[in-house]
């Protein structure tokens, strides 16, 4: 099979479009053959080596698979040859923690494509249990948009930051993957949202999302803005995706109470905290780290009744999988970029 693969860390360049072996069959798997696979973020701090002591090399990545079974090792699972399956985000490696609920919190979870190869090829292996029938009816690069950023908005949104009807809801860079899945679960649930962006031309993408008020953090301070438009009072939550830099804006753009929900880092990993405020104003601090099987189905449950979109930026042929790094480096990229290996 053809593959995007890396035999270095470092920069869009390492990859290299070139034969890998086959998957091979094994007890209790099935092997896919890849009709699309969305680029996140997170392929990118990986590719640089973000998280070298989880991944051997060589190496292929990728999280988002959406695929066709053409080969499974498994009398009892539901699946069969033929069907077209969504391959769970993130599942726990290690068999003896497959029985582990919720999946995120086992000790061997990681996102797909960290340790074991991904869906930056024609063809990958998966265990069956982390196979989910695609009932979206969406083509394959729709599709593939949307398992990580879904199963993140879910968990960080309703589970963690228990975003409520009329709730006000800041979420930060709301024209990224991540941002558009979570300002639509947050309208789901009954939310006023406001968001963020870095340049007027994403402004259409977050209001097509559903948001409330868009800031272009570049212009103005997101802080006195989200204040204005709460008379004073602050969001009940923020969800931010960012992280390094904004850690004290965010906190104090919320009421007393408020919950700020963290699951990123593209502003760096390190900030300050200033615990008389946290204590005070009864902040409470959650970090959120992709989701369960289950919010997983809820959130594609959410997709068939069309009540959450995908936002597809643009696809790249797999051989061109370097460009399609390079646009979301240039932080250029609008909701998700998709990989077809078979153009
Ligand atoms: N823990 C989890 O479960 C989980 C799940 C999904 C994503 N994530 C993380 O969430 C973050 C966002 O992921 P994503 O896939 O949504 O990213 P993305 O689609 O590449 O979007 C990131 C956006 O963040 C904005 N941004 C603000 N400050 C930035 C900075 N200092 N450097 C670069 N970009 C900055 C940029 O938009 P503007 O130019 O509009 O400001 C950029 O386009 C990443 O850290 C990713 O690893 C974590």
């Given at each position: 099979?053809?593959?995007?693969?890396?035999?270095?860390?470092g920069?869009?360049?390492v990859?290299k479009?070139e034969?890998?072996?086959?998957p091979?069959?094994q007890?209790?798997h099935?092997?896919i053959?890849?009709l699309?696979?969305?680029i996140?973020?997170y392929?990118l701090?990986?590719r640089?080596?973000g998280v070298?002591q989880?991944t051997s090399?060589?190496?292929?990545m990728?999280?988002?698979?959406?695929?066709?079974?053409?080969q499974?090792?498994?009398n009892?699972s539901?699946h069969?040859?033929?069907?077209r399956?969504?391959?769970?985000?993130?599942?726990p490696?290690?068999p003896a923690?497959?029985?582990?609920?919720?999946?995120n919190l086992?000790?061997?979870?990681t996102v797909t494509g960290t340790?074991?190869w991904?869906?930056?090829?024609q063809?990958?292996?998966?265990?069956t249990?982390?196979l989910l029938?695609?009932?979206t009816?969406?083509?394959a690069e729709q599709c593939?948009?949307l398992?990580?950023?879904?199963?993140?908005a879910?968990h960080a949104v309703?589970?963690l930051?228990?975003?409520?009807?009329?709730h006000?809801v800041?979420?930060?860079?709301?024209?990224s993957?991540?941002?558009?899945?979570c300002?639509?679960?947050a309208k789901?649930?009954?939310a006023?949202?406001?968001t963020?962006v870095?340049?007027d031309?994403?402004f259409?993408?977050?209001?097509?999302?559903?948001?409330?008020?868009?800031i272009n953090?570049r212009?103005e301070?997101?802080?006195e803005?989200v204040l204005?438009?709460?008379e004073?009072?602050?969001?009940n939550?923020?969800?931010?995706n960012?992280?390094?830099?904004?850690f004290?804006?965010?906190?104090?753009?919320?009421?007393?109470?408020g919950i700020m929900?963290?699951?990123?880092?593209?502003?760096g990993?390190?900030?300050e905290?200033?615990?008389a405020?946290?204590?005070?104003?009864?902040?409470?601090f959650?970090?959120?780290m992709?989701?369960s099987?289950n919010e997983?189905r809820?959130g594609?449950?959410l997709?068939?009744?069309?009540?959450i979109k995908?936002?597809?930026?643009?696809?790249?042929?797999?051989?061109?999988?370097?460009?399609a790094?390079?646009?979301?480096?240039?932080r250029?990229?609008i909701?998700?970029v998709?990989?077809l290996?078979?153009?």
């Amino acid at each position: 099979m053809k593959a995007a693969i890396i035999h270095e860390f470092g920069g869009p360049e390492v990859f290299k479009y070139e034969d890998a072996p086959d998957p091979q069959p094994q007890p209790n798997h099935a092997i896919i053959k890849v009709l699309a696979c969305g680029i996140n973020r997170y392929d990118l701090f990986l590719r640089m080596g973000g998280v070298q002591q989880q991944t051997s090399l060589p190496h292929v990545m990728g999280a988002d698979v959406v695929g066709k079974i053409i080969q499974i090792d498994d009398n009892n699972s539901p699946h069969k040859v033929g069907d077209r399956v969504i391959v769970a985000p993130g599942f726990p490696i290690d068999p003896a923690d497959w029985n582990h609920e919720p999946e995120n919190l086992a000790p061997s979870y990681t996102v797909t494509g960290t340790t074991l190869w991904g869906g930056y090829a024609q063809s990958m292996s998966v265990p069956t249990r982390f196979l989910l029938a695609d009932k979206t009816n969406l083509p394959a690069e729709q599709c593939a948009t949307l398992p990580l950023v879904l199963v993140t908005a879910v968990h960080a949104v309703k589970t963690l930051g228990e975003v409520k009807p009329n709730h006000h809801v800041l979420i930060q860079a709301g024209a990224s993957g991540s941002g558009s899945m979570c300002i639509q679960m947050a309208k789901t649930l009954g939310a006023e949202v406001a968001t963020t962006v870095g340049d007027d031309s994403k402004f259409q993408v977050a209001k097509n999302c559903g948001a409330d008020l868009i800031i272009n953090h570049r212009k103005e301070n997101f802080r006195e803005r989200v204040l204005e438009w709460t008379e004073g009072k602050g969001v009940n939550v923020v969800i931010d995706n960012v992280g390094g830099g904004i850690f004290k804006d965010n906190l104090t753009s919320m009421r007393r109470g408020g919950i700020m929900v963290n699951f990123g880092l593209v502003g760096g990993v390190k900030d300050e905290i200033n615990f008389a405020q946290m204590i005070f104003n009864q902040y409470q601090f959650r970090a959120s780290m992709m989701g369960s099987m289950n919010e997983l189905r809820e959130g594609l449950a959410l997709v068939e009744a069309g009540k959450i979109k995908p936002v597809l930026d643009r696809t790249f042929p797999l051989s061109e999988a370097a460009q399609a790094h390079q646009h979301i480096e240039d932080r250029k990229v609008i909701g998700n970029v998709v990989l077809l290996p078979w153009n």
